[in-house]
């Protein structure tokens, strides 16, 4: 079915994943501040809309993919928040990484307003947008999420339903400290092999083939000249931002301390991803934490 859909953030994420919400057939109006990957999306068939509030009006849903929690609650709420103009019959699905309180927050303030609301975090990353293969972790209710699917569809492959508003973003921050953890280690472990005399290449075959193999060793690959469409082949151009990464260990090490978790694996990751930044890596890749197992 195709429906009118308003999409606002159109980044390294949001960009593809509007593109396929146009190529599904959708009618889809973008905003972003940037007005250059708007004006992008429009010669792909998008509609430009001036602003977010032109951006959310008349549409039978609303998508946000935006950096922060900060830039999500300050479009929502607030004296000139959407919340106060969206059409009640809206749709909103939010699918940026952002603490579970803030999604709580939101999601309230629009039922307040009778306006539906989703979290609807996602992993596979920008291959996975533009490949339409996203992995979609929601929360909301069953009517919300029955009603966000098949919009989701369009752009993904795997759709969980992790629980009530929020629990989308629990799920994502556990997968990402997991991911962050994995990719310093199997940066940890090819520097370590090519320090001895290996071939990086070579490791990583054998590594991929072995008990180490994971997603970064198979997809990702951190170490330079290994994979040539990784980020690390392509000076670290990002991909899944450095500071992102960071942004999201914050939200791990938050929810730890909440529930009194323990996690020295994720807490070593934060303290690392907060060194690359300060180290002025906060716009590269994620994977460029390779870079601080180097001895050069
Ligand atoms: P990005 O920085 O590339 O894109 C964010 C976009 O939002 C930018 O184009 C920016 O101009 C726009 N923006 C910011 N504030 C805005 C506002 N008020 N109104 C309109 N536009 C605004 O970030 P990204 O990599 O696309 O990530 C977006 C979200 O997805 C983040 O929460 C990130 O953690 C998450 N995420 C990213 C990846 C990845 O691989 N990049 C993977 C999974 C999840």
């Not at 593109?19 to 792909?44: I, T, Y």
């Not at 752009?155 to 629990?170: E, L, P, R, T, Y």
């Not at 520097?191 to 005399?197: D, S, T």
């Not at 730890?256 to 890749?285: C, F, I, R, W």
């Amino acid at each position: 079915m195709s429906l009118s859909i308003g999409f606002i953030g159109l980044g390294n994420m949001g960009g593809p994943m509007a593109a396929n919400l146009v190529k599904a057939g959708h009618q889809v109006k973008v905003f972003d501040l940037n007005r250059s990957v708007v004006n992008l999306l429009a010669e792909n068939g998008a509609i430009a809309a001036d602003d977010a509030k032109h951006c959310a009006t008349d549409v039978d849903v609303l998508i946000s993919m935006l950096p922060a929690s900060k830039h999500v609650k300050s479009l929502y709420l607030g004296d000139t928040g959407l919340v106060h103009i969206l059409a009640k019959s809206t749709l909103v699905i939010d699918c940026s990484t952002i603490d579970a309180a803030s999604a709580r927050d939101v999601g309230a303030e629009l039922s307040e307003h009778g306006i539906d609301f989703v979290d609807a975090p996602v992993s596979g990353g920008v291959a996975g947008a533009t490949a339409g293969t996203l992995t979609f972790i929601v929360g909301g209710g069953d009517e919300q999420f029955a009603k966000a699917q098949p919009v989701l569809a369009d752009m993904g492959k795997n759709i969980f339903h992790a629980g009530d508003i929020g629990a989308g973003q629990v799920a994502k921050i556990c997968n990402n400290m997991l991911l962050s953890i994995l990719m310093a280690g199997t940066s940890e472990a090819i520097q370590m092999g090519i320090n001895n005399g290996l071939d990086a290449k070579v490791l990583s075959d054998i590594m991929t083939a072995s008990s180490g193999r994971n997603w970064t060793l198979e997809l990702y690959n951190p170490c330079p000249g290994v994979m040539a469409t990784a980020p690390a082949s392509n000076d670290y151009k990002p991909g899944f931002m450095v500071d992102l990464m960071a942004k999201d260990l914050g939200l791990a090490m938050e929810a730890a301390q909440q529930s009194n978790s323990v996690t020295p694996m994720g807490s070593m990751a934060k303290n690392l991803y907060t060194m690359l930044q300060h180290q002025g890596a906060g716009s590269e890749d994620f994977s460029a934490i390779f870079k601080l197992f180097s001895k050069e």
